[in-house]
T-cell receptor
Framework: AQKVTQAQTEISVVEKEDVTLDCVYETRDTTYYLFWYKQPPSGELVFLIR??????QNEISGRYSWNFQKSTSSFNFTITASQVVDSAVYFC?????????????FGTGTRLQVFP | GAVVSQHPSRVICKSGTSVKIECRSLDFQATTMFWYRQFPKQSLMLMATSNEGSKATYEQGVEKDKFLINHASLTLSTLTVTSAHPEDSSFYIC??????????????FGNGTRLTVT
């Protein structure tokens, strides 16, 4: 069965610190997709990244970077030089298979608070 | 870019009444949309898959008769919470993807609907 674990419930940092949000997943499929979404206090879900299981290259987008390691079933998310605007709940999610890949299984989320 | 519009954003209703929530894909068509539910400070749980022109597929434990889903067109799915009770109070959010775009295109979520049943 598929499962996504975000062990960190809440993280607090001071502005400009780097912070890594952990995500560990379980799946029996060889084809799957991993996602990160940001949910600010307003409630909407903001798409950050989608990565398929065959692409283990790490990705960097501005202050955001993602480390995908199939050997440890992890897809960790790092924010460099955090800012107050980064404060939000971050969800890691998984979808499986070649079809219906838009059906997401979410982790429990990590609430990040960045203090000035 | 592709946008999913959800309406209303907030609704308060009395116990026993029904509430309809709309999810529209703007500028793109979606044969499949998804409805999620999020309790306060908890994760999003998939409720059902809305299929255009056919019956919705519900996840285990979700009452089909209570959460009616209608996907009458390629741009609109509705979720009706029937005979709402206080325990139905939650944040409901839909998602859809522009199927014309690549498989790596993002899945777009609506802004969500906060339902409060008094």
């Amino acid at each position: 069965a598929q499962k996504v674990t975000q062990a960190q419930t809440e993280i607090s940092v001071v502005e400009k610190e780097d912070v890594t949000l952990d995500c560990v997943y379980e799946t029996r499929d060889t084809t799957y997709y991993l996602f990160w979404y940001k949910q600010p206090p307003s409630g909407e879900l903001v798409f950050l990244i989608r990565r398929n299981s065959f692409d283990e290259q790490n990705e960097i987008s501005g202050r955001y970077s993602w480390n995908f390691q199939k050997s440890t079933s992890s897809f960790n998310f790092t924010i460099t030089a955090s800012q107050v605007v980064d404060s939000a709940v971050y969800f890691c999610a998984l979808s499986e298979g070649d079809y219906n890949t838009d059906k997401l299984i979410f982790g429990t989320g990590t609430r990040l608070q960045v203090f000035p | 870019g592709a946008v999913v519009s959800q309406h209303p954003s907030r609704v308060i209703c009395k116990s026993g009444t029904s509430v309809k929530i709309e999810c529209r894909s703007l500028d793109f068509q979606a044969t499949t949309m998804f409805w999620y539910r999020q309790f306060p400070k908890q994760s999003l749980m998939l409720m059902a898959t809305s299929n255009e022109g056919s019956k919705a597929t519900y996840e285990q434990g979700v009452e089909k008769d209570k959460f009616l889903i209608n996907h009458a067109s390629l741009t609109l799915s509705t979720l009706t919470v029937t005979s709402a009770h206080p325990e139905d109070s939650s944040f409901y959010i839909c998602s859809a993807r522009d199927e014309r775009s690549s498989y790596n295109s993002p899945l777009h979520f609506g802004n969500g609907t906060r339902l409060t049943v008094t």
